[in-house]
């Protein structure tokens, strides 16, 4: 679990396919390695992976072809920055929302408006994913806990601080790029718990529009 506080920005050193359509990568943190071990879950771009080795500030992970189908790592290359962000330990304050780093679609920024002290940043977003993002409510982009400002058919904008734009990639993403999207899993679980209950309701109508 982790909460979409960027610990660090890394980079990616090294893309070794592996078999079938796995990749092992590894990915320079020299603080997320700090007191990294085999096993232990880092957040690479908001996806959870798994410490296979640590070695000089660089831990290797091993890449699952579903994952890098389903999400944007698959599109990057040696050199590329990365938001990471260890698991969030027992006892730590809270300071974005919880996280698991289970991608649940690919996004693309649309576009940016700067402003004096922020800018605004809009994403379009898978349709399926729409009915889970709300205003006012907690999104995962890359990695990255933000609060989402408005919100439109198939698309959403946040407002992005100026310490979000200098320590995370979200300063250097430009229009067309993709971002890994997890929505707020409260979301799926109400979906899931009025659905059963509409279900066992007789004559209810079954949920179509969005979590109440």
Known sequence: MFTGIIEELG???????????SALVAVRGPLVTSDARHGDSIAVNGVCLTVVQVSDGVFTADVMGETLRRSALGALSVGDPVNLERAAALGSRLGGHLVQGHVDGVGELISREPAEQWETVRFRLPAALSRYVVEKGSITIDGVSLTVAEVGADEFSVGLIPTTLNLTTLGAKGVGDPVNLE???LAK????????????????APISGGVA
């Open 183 to 185: 929505v707020d899993v």
């Open 189 to 204: 679980y109400v979906e899931r718990l009025l659905g059963d209950r509409l279900a066992d309701t007789p004559g209810a």
């Open 11 to 21: 980079e990616i050193v090294r893309v070794t396919a592996t078999a079938g359509d």
